[in-house]
């Protein structure tokens, strides 16, 4: 197998680069780590919560709401 190159790592699509990732170098793939800025949610549009959601959250994490004491 060779080796891919950083900047031909970098040009895949993400789907293509989580299975070409160990075709790396080590230092390459030390690259790739540190240029990752998160997972790819691809085609699935983000869910808009409502209040209720955002006031059940921030309750179940020992947040409170303004002017709640």
Do not use: W
């Not at 950083?6 to 780590?33: C, G, I, T, W």
């Not at 179940?60 to 709640?68: A, Q, S, V, W």
Request: with cysteine; hydrophobic share 30%.
């Amino acid at each position: 197998m060779s080796k891919l190159t950083f900047k031909e790592f970098m040009m895949l699509p993400r789907n293509v680069q989580n299975l070409r990732y160990k075709e790396l170098s080590d230092h390459d793939k030390f690259l790739a780590r540190m240029s990752d800025c998160g997972f790819d949610i691809g085609d699935r549009k983000p869910e808009i919560l409502t209040k209720e959601q955002v006031s059940e959250i921030a309750k179940k994490h020992g947040i409170k709401e303004k002017g709640e004491e």
